[in-house]
């Protein structure tokens, strides 16, 4: 996943370009071939290098049976600061509280000499942002798929209080059978109090809600996922993010104006232009909950497939 990024700005104006999570790459982790925790209760092996994200490197590893797992490890010399300490364990805490099928499965965490390791259900399939670099574009019932699969550990996470706040695609993950596995729970925040609104700027720049970056007076909620749901199901099916331009400030610039086309040269259907633009409504409140999402008329047209054939990786599945 690319880096999420995090800033505080003044309202009104686009924002600057936000800053790089911090201690980024400072000191990558480089962990043993063999991972044990201090007591020596758990261990695996090293198997393999699966990605990095901001301050994590992910690894496969076997455990003791040979099961499979992703294994994120984060070097505790990159945790120098008391914030950089507690985004991690607020991401631990909150990330080990969910269960469910469409969410990585939080297995284990412990602390090695050198290292936080965190054990997690792995994906072998890659990331939605893997599938669309090789597809292009995906179809629309691939896309009903996916979508509902999304919002359903959305909404689950929802229930129990959690703002993702960073769904894109590089942090939708898939299993073997392509299902989806919503992970990265590195921005996700927790509302405490009902009614609580959160006011810190931070997202993925593409993925952003307005209220994000343009009403920092009043905060942002829940609502923010169901945008970036919305600003996913576009991309998915017209092959590139909305507001996509080249510079950060631009792209902001066109989310205030909510300005965004559906190009000719890329048709999709009426339903899905319809509700890409329910969801993408700039005043939160107005936005349509995610319950109405999953109940309009693009999920009961034509085909919804009852899953999607690894064959998806390279060419487009014919689900006469
Ligand atoms: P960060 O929180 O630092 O951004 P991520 O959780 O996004 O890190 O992980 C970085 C990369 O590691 C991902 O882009 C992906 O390639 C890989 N990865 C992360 N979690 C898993 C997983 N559960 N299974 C397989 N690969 C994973």
């Given at each position: 996943a690319t880096t999420p990024q995090k800033s505080r700005q003044k309202p009104k104006q686009p924002p600057s370009p936000p800053l790089q999570r911090?201690?980024?790459?400072?000191t990558p982790p480089s962990p043993p071939s063999i991972i044990r925790d201090k007591q020596g209760y758990l261990q695996f092996h090293k198997v393999g290098f699966l990605g990095e994200g901001g301050f994590a490197r992910v690894y496969e590893a076997e455990d003791f049976r040979g099961t499979r797992v992703a294994c994120k490890v984060v070097s505790?010399?990159?945790?120098?600061?008391k914030k950089t300490k507690t985004k991690l364990y607020a991401e631990i805490r909150i990330h080990k509280s969910l269960s469910h099928p469409n969410i990585v499965a939080f297995q284990e965490c412990f602390e090695g000499d050198e290292n936080v390791y965190m054990i997690l259900e792995l994906?072998?399939?890659?990331?939605l942002m893997d599938l669309l670099r090789r597809r292009k574009r995906l179809t629309e019932p691939e896309a009903r798929f996916f979508l509902v699969q999304i919002i359903g550990a959305c909404h689950y996470m929802h229930t129990y209080q959690v703002i993702h706040r960073d769904l894109k695609l590089g942090n939708i993950f898939l299993d073997a059978k392509m299902n989806v596995k919503v992970g990265d729970f590195g921005l996700a925040a927790l509302?405490?109090?009902?009614?609580e609104r959160k006011k810190t700027i931070c997202g993925t720049p593409n993925y952003i809600a307005p209220e994000v970056l343009f009403d920092t007076a009043n905060g942002h909620s829940f609502e923010v996922d169901t945008w970036s749901i919305g600003v996913i199901l576009y991309t998915l099916i017209i092959g590139r993010p909305p507001f996509q331009t080249k510079e950060v400030k631009a792209i902001y610039k066109r989310i205030r104006d909510n300005e965004y086309e559906f190009p000719s040269e890329r048709p999709i259907s009426a339903a899905a232009q319809d509700l890409i633009q329910l969801i993408l409504t700039p005043n939160p409140q107005e936005r349509p909950a995610l319950l109405d999402v999953v109940h309009d008329s693009f999920f009961a047209r034509n085909t919804f497939p009852s899953y999607i054939p690894t064959s998806a990786h390279d060419f487009a599945p014919d689900f006469r």
């Open positions: 911090q201690n980024t790459k400072a505790r010399s990159s945790l120098t600061t994906c072998t399939s890659g990331s509302i405490e109090n009902p009614g």
